[in-house]
């Protein structure tokens, strides 16, 4: 006989972040074993997911607990919750800040100059429209994102004698990478803002799929083999990656 699991119910409230008003959606999960936070993609919204059943003390006390690791967190975010991409603005490329500026003219490839020192940063001067500047830096960093990607995937398949069907780009919200079973791996394009490090531990974990579909303790073992800084890696894109998702390319 087949065990059907209620609905998870949810509840909308408001939470106050240092003069910030954030939506936050209290949710009962059936099987939910404890309460998990979580910072909506944007920095926009609160989730939080807690056992059926749990006093309304307990989800108060927990978020009490949390009020100061909350706001160091939403404070990382601009008060509107995204950055937007601009003429002006900076973005990051393997993780160096560059300010987008623009060459004047209506054509022309968007190319990446280093900076010498403090007073002189890194650009990434941009053609076209003023107005489609994002989506210009938004394809920039997707060639960005397919070159450091296939290379490191090139360099981590050979080290566990996989092969890989096909490599594919996306902006997904909720994963940094994917690998199915029959050895297509999908990353976002959004990697490439962060640094090489980070990047190279995305492409090993995911290569790392090939041969564990799961992420059980084996998995993890082959993770770190490819990977050596695999536990700061995974510590940075905690920190760090919902900043890299609120970034907004119009």
């Known amino acids: ?22 939506p936050l959606a209290v949710k009962t999960h059936p099987r939910a074993r404890r309460m998990t936070l979580k910072i909506e993609p944007g920095g926009r919204a609160l989730s939080l997911t807690v056992p059926p ?49 623009h060459s004047g003219n209506l054509r022309g490839l968007t190319k990446a100059t280093p900076g010498q020192n403090e007073r ?33 995937v090139a360099v981590h398949a050979a080290a566990s004698g996989k092969k890989v069907a096909s490599i594919a780009f996306k902006d997904t919200k909720t994963r940094w990478g994917s690998c199915s079973s029959k050895g297509n791996l999908n990353f976002s394009w959004r990697i490439a803002m962060a640094p090489p ?31 050596p800084h695999t536990e700061s890696a995974r510590a940075w894109l905690k920190e760090n990656g919902t900043v890299l998702h609120a970034v907004r390319f119009e």
């Open 120 to 152: 002189d940063p890194s650009v990434l001067c941009v053609s076209g429209p003023e107005d489609r500047a994002g989506m210009r830096v938004a394809d920039y960093l997707k060639t960005v994102a397919k070159r450091e990607i296939g290379v490191r």
């Open 197 to 227: 490090e980070i990047v190279d531990y995305l492409a090993a974990h995911e290569v790392a799929h090939l041969t564990e579909m799961n992420h059980g303790p084996r998995f993890w073992a082959l993770c770190r083999k490819l990977c």
């Open 53 to 101: 059943g749990l006093p309304r003390h307990e989800i108060d006390g927990f978020l009490r607990r949390h009020h100061d690791w909350l706001l160091d967190k939403i404070s990382r975010f601009p008060e509107g919750g995204d950055t937007v991409v601009k003429i002006g603005a900076t973005v990051p490329v393997l993780g160096l800040d560059h300010r987008i500026i």
């Open 1 to 22: 006989m087949a065990i059907r699991h209620a609905a998870m119910k949810a509840t909308a409230e408001t939470v106050e972040l240092g003069g910030r008003h954030l």
